[in-house]
């Protein structure tokens, strides 16, 4: 049994495709361009609940104030003093 | 491949593309270095990750639908013909896999096509694909800051899997409509990759708005500084390094022109995509005289900015891209001083003007030094030929003016703003206010860096339980 070449020992010039399952090209695009769609789908979704989340999050005003001082902190340690300060 | 000759010449023409395609790939190191540098440090990561996720994304779809795009729709279809066939660059092509050259599974080939594209087409999809992802990350670092990474990548797939390849089979290919009917010449694709990803960009920009604090209430712009002016000059030298392997890959190698010159024999040489005769001397000449023109007045008009300066050096190639095939050395590196002067003017016009936030100069930079490019070779090489076929257009300044409207404006604003407008309508766009405002990297990585500060306190403690510190 063979999934595609079986052996070396021909013409080399009559080889052709060289991949497993050749004849199954049509079914290998579709499943390549249905998992692009779904990751896409995936992705915003995660996102645009990830998103909502943290808005929520970042709609308690201290909340916010605080997270703009760690964001914007230029070194570890001033963020590390934000981040006990609101602790 | 049962002579030595021939098969030297197909391996050589192989390993030529897969080459570029190792140097092209520092363009999106370097972009995505340039992006962060460029970026404050609350918005580092998301920055990183959107520009790093075009290379799977624009990757499979180009796969899937964007190389068959250029060799099928070079007549527009329906300007100068109807859809071509392309049974090569079909995703379900035995071609588009490992193949050996001999005598075709599929009904659709012939035997000569799976002699001539079974060695080189993966290569070759693989030298466009970079371009691909150089359009995307073009109108990548234009954004940063405050779009939705999801939104981005549909944006990038659209730029870089469609449109950009459209206009590639338009007016990047030896019998594209625009070349047979406008004579539209541009060989190293100031238009055909930098007009068209400046303009997209301009379009989403003009839905996606400028960050937060960008503008003062009266209207002038605030300067948002790069939180790491050296990672953006790193990136910007990588990227002129990336642009060598973009330069010869838009070459052909080693190809006979002879009988497309009429000759009686044959006639070898490098040609441009255009299959039309240059060398690879002419374009090293090109490429470096233009890089100095653009760094020179780059560093004269921006006062020795370092981020103008590098900028700069890449619109002076951009804009003598067009013509770099031809130009003598010294006219390219003339045309890239100019293009630098109307490249660095045009962006703070624009930004005072339309208060377009523009993070990085992308716009400037690839839009209008592409646009620049195209128009000024219609002028210096009026009157040449833009493919060896003798029936086609030649190169001439209306032409090239309309080429470069196709280029920034049909297929890089209209699509990028369309797209964006779609995406702002659906509320997927930007990203929320209050999440702008902490950092997308906090909102993001939040727990990340909470950890970060509490292994932090964890070592002092430790260092003070063994006495090390006080």
Known sequence: MSTGVSTWNMNLLDIGPMYPFPGTEMLLAIIGIATWVIWHIIQMKAENRQLIEEENRFSDKAELARAMRISNAETLNEALKEHKQGS | ?470
């Open chain 2, 1 to 470: 491949m049962d002579d030595q000759l021939g098969a030297l010449t197909v391996i050589f023409t192989e390993f030529y593309y897969w080459v570029t395609v190792v140097f092209m790939f520092l363009i999106h190191v370097g972009f995505c270095m340039y992006e962060v540098g460029a970026t404050r440090r609350k918005n580092m990561m998301h920055t990183l990750m959107k520009n790093t996720m075009v290379i799977p994304l624009v990757t499979v779809t180009f796969f899937y639908f964007g190389w068959w795009i250029y060799f099928g729709w070079t007549n527009g279809p329906f300007i100068t013909g109807g859809v071509n066939d392309a049974p090569w660059a079909t995703p379900w092509s035995e071609l588009m896999g490992t193949h050996m050259g001999g005598k075709p599974m599929q009904g659709t080939l012939t035997a000569d096509d799976t002699m001539g594209w079974a060695r080189i087409n993966g290569v070759f999809w693989a030298a466009f694909l970079l371009f691909s992802w150089t359009a995307a990350s073009i109108v990548s670092g234009a954004v940063i800051e405050r779009i939705r990474s999801g939104a981005f990548w549909l944006l990038a797939v659209l730029i870089g899997s469609f449109t950009w390849i459209i206009d590639a089979a338009w007016g990047w290919s030896p019998d594209g409509w625009m070349v047979q009917l406008l004579g539209y010449h541009d060989a190293y694709a100031s238009g055909v990759i930098h007009a068209i990803a400046g303009g997209f960009a301009l379009g989403v920009l003009v839905v996606l708005g400028p960050r937060i604090g960008k503008f003062r209430a009266d209207g002038t712009p605030r300067d948002i500084v790069p939180h790491n002016p050296w990672l953006v000059t790193i990136g910007l030298f990588l990227i002129y390094t990336g642009f060598w392997g973009f330069y010869v890959a838009c070459n052909i190698p080693i190809f006979d022109v002879g009988a497309a010159a009429g000759m009686e024999g044959s006639f070898f040489t490098t040609t441009n995509i255009y299959l039309a005769p240059t060398t690879t001397s002419a374009i090293t000449l090109n490429f470096l005289m233009s890089l100095s023109g653009g760094l020179m007045m780059g560093y004269v008009i921006s006062k020795g900015d370092a981020f103008w300066t590098y900028s700069l050096g890449l619109a002076g190639i951009i804009a003598a891209s067009s013509g770099n095939d031809l130009y003598h050395p010294i006219q390219a590196m003339i045309i890239a001083g100019v293009g630098a002067v109307v490249v660095y003017k045009m962006h703070f016009w624009v930004e005072r003007t339309f208060k377009i936030d523009d993070a990085v100069g992308a716009v400037a930079v690839h839009g209008y030094g592409g646009f620049f490019g195209v128009v000024i070779a219609g002028f210096v090489l009026w009157g040449y030929p833009a493919s060896m076929n003798p029936d086609y257009a030649l190169i001439n300044p209306m032409g090239q003016f309309l080429g470069a409207i196709i280029m920034f404006f049909v297929l890089g604003f209209v699509p990028g703003y369309l797209g964006a407008y779609v995406l702002n309508k659906m509320g997927v766009l930007r990203i929320p206010v209050h999440v702008e405002l902490a950092g997308l990297d906090l909102a993001e990585f939040h727990g990340r860096y909470m950890d970060e500060a509490d292994v932090f306190e964890a070592e002092l403690a430790e260092a003070k339980s063994r006495g090390l510190i006080d």
